[in-house]
């Protein structure tokens, strides 16, 4: 509905931008990993850099006040929360330098010969909607189970959260999502959950 109503505004008035923006943003968090691999258990995620404005999420030390380690959650308060989802909105990032500030929401794009996809905080206007459970954890929002026919309605918060060597703009250890119900196709995956903390 209110997408609806910016598209019809901004094509009436000649605005360029025509996505409507969740402009109700939460305080300052980090990304913390749990694990059963002590190594990676307690690490933060970082918005380490994937080429040009693009960030991946590579976990490291701890440095909470670092804006590298530094997210928030864009969403729109006026919307009802679904019973099971809650609310769900955009998790972003600031990219910054000498004269760019550009809040980026985070993006999931499947890679069509993998089930293993790498998050990456990309400026646009697209992006990926998330959720935090009552524990404070990331999760991705189902609104149909399709592994029934047919497909049934069934609101849950999926967290199929990995930490894997990737190789997209460079080779890395990076979180990624693990596309389905299914065990993920590169090896060096551990299972994580990624917990907010707030600032
Ligand atoms: C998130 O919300 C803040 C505060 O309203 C806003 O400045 C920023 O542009 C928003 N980010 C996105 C990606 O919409
Ligand atoms: C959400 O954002 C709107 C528009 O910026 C503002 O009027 C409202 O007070 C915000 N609500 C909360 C709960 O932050
Ligand atoms: C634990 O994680 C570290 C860092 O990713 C990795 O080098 C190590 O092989 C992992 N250990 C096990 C037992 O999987
Ligand atoms: C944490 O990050 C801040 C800002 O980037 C930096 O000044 C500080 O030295 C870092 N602290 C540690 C312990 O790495």
Redesign the pocket.
């Known amino acids: 509905m209110q997408s609806t109503m910016a598209l019809v505004l901004a094509l009436a008035f000649g605005v360029s931008q025509a996505v409507a923006q969740n402009t109700n943003q939460s305080a300052a968090f980090n990304l913390v990993i749990s694990s059963a691999n002590k190594t990676l258990d307690g690490s933060f995620l970082g918005a380490c850099h994937e080429g040009a404005a693009f960030e991946g999420l590579c976990p490291g030390?701890a440095?909470a006040?670092?804006?590298?380690n530094q997210y928030a959650f864009n969403y729109t308060a006026s919307e009802t929360p679904d019973p099971v989802l809650g609310i769900t909105g955009q998790l972003t990032w600031v990219l910054q330098s000498a004269n760019i500030k550009l809040s980026s929401p985070l993006s999931i794009t499947a890679n069509l010969v993998s089930n293993v996809a790498v998050p990456l905080f990309v400026p646009s206007s697209s992006s990926t909607y998330i959720g935090f459970d009552k524990d404070d954890k990331l999760f991705i929002p189902q609104y149909y189970d399709d592994t029934v026919t047919p497909p049934k309605a069934d609101s849950k918060q999926i967290q199929r959260w990995y930490v894997c060597t990737t190789q997209d703009a460079y080779l890395y250890s990076t979180l990624a999502w693990v596309i389905g119900a299914h065990a993920p196709e590169n090896p060096s995956c551990q299972k994580v959950d990624v917990k907010r903390v707030f600032v």
């Open positions: 030390p440095n006040t670092a804006e590298y």
